[in-house]
């Protein structure tokens, strides 16, 4: 029996979950150079009213951006790990931002209400999803109707998928590729969900 602790350690350098122990070094600036908080929400093209879902937060590098920016909004951030959330938690509640949501999911359903989500974003996130065609059903369900899937993958991350591996995953769950930004190494596409009557 493999314990958290061995998956973890083993996941730092290769494929599968983020190890908790290691969010830190999700927070250096470094990042920048391959996805800055602020380049993400001009591709998200973010309203103040908007209700935002971050899907695998982390420690929160982009959820603060994000979350100063929904100024009549809302941001909810779901994780598959209680640490995660709670670090995130802990770095939103010190800069007094308090529109934001913590929900902890189990990894197989979204328990969020339907048609709910202006944007749903993830980055470097859905390579580590084990039911991949399984969320991307839910996600379609909770997303609005004009609602935009916006998925990030940059370099260096073991589970990251092409971008025709995307693509192809992602479209074939009621989704559209709408927007490609980026390079091959860097990208971010984003998908609109379709139309019910284009079905």
């Known amino acids: 029996m493999i314990t958290k ?37 001009q591709r998200l093209d973010l309203k103040e009213d908007h209700k935002v879902l971050e899907i695998g937060p982390g ?14 909004g809302r941001l909810v951030l779901l994780d598959i790990q209680c640490e ?3 670090f995130s938690k802990k770095r939103l509640d010190k800069r007094k931002i308090t529109n934001v949501e ?14 709910d989500f202006d944007r ?18 839910e996600i379609n369900r909770i997303l609005k109707e004009d609602g935009v899937l916006s998925i990030s ?8 998928l092409s971008i025709e591996e995307l693509q192809s995953l992602v479209t074939a769950h009621g989704f559209e590729a709408s927007d490609i930004f980026g390079s091959k190494l860097n990208y971010t596409v984003n ?7 284009d079905m």
Do not use: C
Request: charged share 30%; hydrophobic share 35%; no cysteine.
């Open 84 to 86: 995660m959330l709670d």
């Open 191 to 197: 998908f609109r969900k379709k139309n019910k009557s």
């Open 59 to 72: 420690p929160g590098y982009f959820s603060t951006h994000v979350a100063k920016k929904l100024k009549r």
């Open 153 to 160: 993958e940059l370099a260096g991350d073991p589970d990251k």
């Open 5 to 41: 602790e061995k998956q973890y350690k083993n996941s730092f350098s290769g494929k599968g979950v983020f190890p908790p122990k290691y969010a830190f070094t999700l927070l250096i600036p470094f990042r920048n150079i391959f996805l800055s908080p602020r380049k993400l929400i």
């Open 120 to 137: 749903i974003f993830m980055v470097t996130v859905i390579g580590e999803v084990d039911n991949q065609s399984n969320y991307l059903n």
């Open 102 to 115: 913590y929900k902890l999911t189990d990894g197989v359903s979204i328990d969020l209400e339907s048609d």
